[in-house]
């Protein structure tokens, strides 16, 4: 079964800087998808962003960005020019494509200051 | 209106009493989840299922229970609420298939508090 493991319970960051959350995951199986989901205080989780563990590439969503280190089993999340809009709960997640579960770390509670 | 939908969205109950959450989709998605959120625990899986006839336990099913009572709709029951019971709960589909599979689309929630 996968874990996943986000360290930073809080983060904090400037407007318009650059922040970064940090994730680890375990998981036995080769193929597998990796997400970030952002849950703000309307308690809705949404969809920041996702990483197929076949592509190399890290994946990009205009000012989100991930760095995904598969041998390390790490996956950051890169938030540029921050926005007040960006305060939020952050969970990073994984799921094996042959398993049923989505799996969540902690989360890391990021705000933004103005 | 929302593609899945949650009621209540907060409800209060007493230790002992049955609460019944329930979730609607117009996803037409096959695969309906039960998470539930704690601080500092992120979502853990209650129960799944990937169509009427198939119900899975998640990693917490203990002291719940679901109905699948159609392709789009997915309750979740306490049939005795307790305190440590009192949680912020969410209902997910998704579609079958492979990489779809994968992408969840979640309710806005359902805050529940257990005196």
């Known amino acids: 079964a996968q874990t996943v493991t986000q360290s930073q319970p809080e983060m904090s960051v400037q407007e318009a800087e650059t922040v970064t959350l940090s994730c680890t995951y375990d998981t036995s199986e080769s193929d597998y998808y990796l997400f970030w989901y952002k849950q703000p205080p309307s308690r809705q989780m949404i969809l920041v962003i996702r990483q197929e563990a076949y592509k190399q590439q890290n994946a990009t969503e205009n000012r989100f960005s991930v760095n995904f280190q598969k041998a390390a089993k790490s996956f950051s999340l890169k938030i540029s020019d921050s926005q007040l809009g960006d305060a939020a709960m952050y969970f990073c997640a994984c799921k094996e494509t042959s398993g049923s579960r989505l799996t969540f770390g902690e989360g890391t509670q990021l705000t933004v200051n103005p | 209106d929302a593609d899945v939908t949650q009621t209540p969205r907060n409800r209060i109950t007493k230790t002992g009493k049955r609460i019944m959450l329930e979730c609607s989709q117009t996803k037409g998605h096959d695969r309906m989840y039960w998470y539930r959120q704690d601080p500092g625990l992120g979502l853990r899986l209650i129960y799944y299922?990937?169509?009427?006839?198939?119900?899975n336990k998640g990693e917490i099913s203990d002291g719940y229970s679901v109905s699948r009572q159609a392709q789009a709709k997915f309750s979740l029951s306490l049939e005795s609420a307790i305190p440590n019971q009192t949680a912020l709960y969410f209902c997910?589909?998704?579609?079958?298939?492979?990489?779809?599979?994968?992408?969840?689309?979640f309710g806005a929630g359902s805050r529940l508090t257990v005196l």
């Open positions: 997910a589909t998704s579609p079958g298939g492979t990489s779809g599979a994968n992408v969840l689309t």
């Open positions: 299922s990937f169509d009427v006839k198939d119900i």
